[in-house]
């Protein structure tokens, strides 16, 4: 007996001590969900603002107590049911102590399973699965920051290529322009010094000549026939002034009122001429 003793070693008694305390932290857990789950029946039964002193004077859990047990039913409770329904209790529910489901809450269901099965999470320490806990959380967040990185780059890109391609077509475009505006620019000086050309051949020419002498010589005619114009103009006029002031001095014995009438008429008549000749007053 005391020899058996003897063989005992500090690795197994460690062993032994860590599989009770696992195997009672089981039991925990599974206590723990039954209890959130009936603590999540009756909140819902309770008024508002009763939960509280429902917790305090019932049972004795604190709030902060209370909605770690809800959150363990919420997040194990369906597995326990099936653990249950089928007849085993390891079946359905992790083979997790307390502590440690407790800590992989943060873990969304849908991942929990694969990541207790890759990282043998029974075996863990607390501290030890916190920590792996903590480096899922980060590296997910590294994840979807590089994601969100490669979206925000991939948009930046996609709205460069989208800018490259709208400002080759414009330059493609205004090629095209300058081109036809070239070939349009070559055509009109072309047809400028054509029409030069034909110009300076129609100056040297006979008929040219022919029609700047004929041009000199209308105007000249023009000159004349305004002038004589002039010359018949003025002469009526003074025939006709010296016909009016013989018959106004034959018209003054016989009829003064009317002399004196029409005589004021041919001065101002003749005063308003002046005036429109030279532009002053007379």
Known sequence: MNDLTTDRTSLMIAAEINMIRHQTGK????????????????????PHGEWGKWLEDSVSYSQSTAE??????????????????????????????YSQALTLLVVPEEDRA???AEL?????????????????NQALQE????????????????????KISQLTTERDSLKSMSAELSKSKGEIETRAGKLQSE??????????????????????????????????LYENLDKTFKELIFELSRLAP???NTHEAYKTKTVDFLTKGLKEMYGTDV
């Open 254 to 256: 016989e009829n003064k």
């Open 120 to 136: 043998d999470v029974e075996s863990m320490s607390i501290r030890e699965l916190q920590k792996a806990v903590k480096d899922r």
């Open 199 to 232: 110009l300076n051949s129609f100056k040297k020419s006979t008929e040219y000549g022919s029609i700047q002498s004929m041009s000199r010589n209308l105007t000249a005619a023009h000159h004349k026939a305004c002038a004589n114009k002039v010359a018949f």
């Open 68 to 97: 770690k047990l809800m959150r363990l039913f919420e997040g194990y409770g369906t597995q326990q049911a099936a653990s249950l329904a089928v007849g085993g209790q390891g079946e359905g529910l992790p083979n997790l102590s």
């Open 27 to 46: 039991i925990l857990l599974v206590g723990a969900i039954e209890i959130g789950r009936r603590l999540k029946e009756a909140k819902a039964l309770l």
């Open 114 to 116: 694969q990541f207790i």
């Open 143 to 162: 994840r979807d920051q590089a994601f969100q990185e490669k979206g925000d780059l991939q948009k930046a890109l996609n709205n460069q290529v989208s």
